[in-house]
């Protein structure tokens, strides 16, 4: 299985903050890496696939980019709804799997 | 637009028959791949295995062959039974899809429902 780690696994930012998440996967996965954000008690929500495509509906304040085996999730500036876990997952080879998460807390 | 609903039983006892369906609304089963995902609680997210719209499915190692998923276009459903439950397997389980007709990603999920392994 392709093992996703998340960094950092928790972090505490304000709105209006630029925050930045990694992801890097245990073996090159190309560009088949997908996003999501998951608010308490909610199902995840996908907000980017392929790396950098925004989901339909997706503000545009949210980024992705990288390629191979090092990713980043940049959300350029924090909205209140953005308080929230998130996660990456890999579309290269079944098993799919997720990372393990991160949460963005309010400072 | 495509909307997942979870349903079964939320408490199911040790070693027995972990059962749910996902009834589909909205839209056509044909063309798209149909997943089940699971999260224990406070944890991350498992892929469970998948179906495709023609019946073929694929499973997730991790469950050592505990997994069926089947599905009944005509009721516009596809059910999930893991064998042989444990409080391991305590979790809100998730049916999800993609409306972009690919295996990998889901931009459509059910609500989730939690299942309880307990005796």
């Known amino acids: 299985d392709i093992q996703m780690t998340q960094s950092p696994s928790s972090l505490s930012a304000s709105v209006g903050d630029r925050v930045t998440i990694t992801c890097r996967a245990s073996?090159?996965?190309?560009?088949?890496l997908n996003w999501y954000r998951q608010k308490p008690g909610k199902a995840p929500e996908l907000l980017i696939y392929?790396?950098?495509t925004l989901q339909s509906g997706v503000p545009s304040g949210f980024s992705g980019s990288g390629s191979g085996t090092d990713f980043t999730l940049t959300i350029s500036s924090l909205q209140p709804e953005d308080f929230a876990t998130y996660y990456c997952?890999?579309?290269?080879?079944?098993?799919?799997?997720f990372g393990q998460g991160t949460k963005v807390e309010i400072k | 637009q495509v909307q997942l609903q979870e349903s079964g039983p939320g408490l199911v006892k040790p070693s027995e028959t972990l059962s749910l369906t996902c009834t589909v609304s909205?839209?056509?089963?044909?063309?798209?791949?149909w997943s089940w995902i699971r999260q224990p609680p406070g944890k991350g997210l498992e892929w469970l295995g998948n179906?495709?719209?023609?019946?073929?499915?694929n499973y997730n190692p991790s469950l050592n062959s505990r997994v069926t998923i089947s599905l009944d276009t005509s009721k516009t459903q596809f059910s999930l039974n893991l064998y042989s439950v444990t409080a391991a397997d305590t979790a809100v389980y998730y049916c999800?899809?993609?409306?972009?007709?690919?295996?990998?990603?889901?931009?459509?999920w059910g609500q989730g429902t939690l299942v309880i392994v307990s005796s």
């Open positions: 997952q890999q579309s290269y080879s079944i098993p799919w799997t």
């Open positions: 179906i495709y719209y023609s019946g073929g499915s």
């Open positions: 392929a790396v950098s």
């Open positions: 999800a899809t993609s409306l972009r007709a690919v295996a990998g990603d889901f931009d459509q």
């Open positions: 073996q090159s996965i190309s560009r088949y």
């Open positions: 909205g839209g056509s089963m044909n063309s798209y791949f």
